[in-house]
């Protein structure tokens, strides 16, 4: 990650721990009883259910399938809530420029779609949340700044359009928490110079826990 995205995903990190710091919440309940034959309870998820998980996606040409040579970036900070309702992201790009409006998005470095996505690393697959251009913008709480080349959401059940979701349609984030919280999704950013499949992406892992 380059001294620049280093400086503003540190400023992100202060504006969203303000923001989701009266979000912290009850664990969920029933909780699973632990004990040594629950081999497959994630390490930590105790912590989580207290505080709520950290996630990031380092984004490059690299791990865009198949892989795109070029010298852009992005990255993305997430905070899933402790209720496991609520994804808040912060998106922040180096190299695409991002525009609020969709008739500016004419240059081939301008954005012209962020999702959400599911599959496992080296492999293409549906979309879970459209965040930013077609085929619609989902998240109601989406925001653009072009100052600071970032785009802010919160992803939940609200956002879906559809109890039966295509291949390109929104899906409910508590359907598929688990595969965003173990490496199952990714993110990826697309541009007119890279529209199919895109010029950026980034598997999503924890931070922490």
């Given at each position: 990650m380059i001294p620049l995205l280093r400086t503003k995903i540190g400023a992100a990190a202060l504006a969203l721990?303000?923001?989701?710091?009266?979000?912290?919440?009850?664990?969920?309940?029933?909780?699973?009883?632990?004990?040594?034959?629950?081999?497959?309870?994630?390490?930590?998820?105790?912590?989580?259910?207290?505080?709520?998980?950290?996630?990031?996606?380092?984004?490059?040409?690299?791990?865009?399938?198949?892989?795109?040579?070029?010298?852009?970036?992005?990255?993305?900070?997430?905070?899933?809530?402790?209720?496991?309702?609520?994804?808040?992201?912060?998106?922040?790009t180096d190299g695409v420029v991002l525009k609020a409006n969709f008739a500016d998005r004419t240059?081939?470095?301008?954005?012209?779609?962020?999702?959400?996505?599911?599959a496992p690393p080296d492999q293409n697959g549906p979309h879970l949340l459209n965040v930013f251009g077609p085929p619609s913008e989902d998240d109601l709480d989406m925001t653009v700044s072009e100052t600071w080349q970032l785009v802010t959401g919160i992803w939940d059940d609200g956002d879906v359009l559809t109890n039966t979701p295509g291949p390109g349609d929104t899906r409910r984030l508590t359907d598929h928490v688990d595969d965003v919280r173990n490496g199952g999704a990714y993110l990826q950013i697309h541009t007119n110079r890279n529209p199919t499949p895109g010029e950026l992406r980034g598997r999503i892992v924890r931070l922490f826990w």
């Open positions: 721990g303000a923001t989701i710091g009266v979000e912290i919440a009850p664990a969920p309940t029933p909780l699973p009883t632990v004990t040594t034959a629950t081999a497959t309870t994630p390490s930590g998820d105790w912590l989580s259910w207290i505080f709520g998980t950290w996630l990031i996606a380092d984004l490059d040409g690299a791990q865009v399938v198949p892989p795109v040579d070029i010298d852009t970036s992005a990255v993305s900070l997430m905070w899933l809530n402790p209720s496991r309702t609520r994804l808040y992201y912060w998106i922040l240059q081939p470095e301008d954005v012209t779609q962020i999702h959400f996505h599911l």
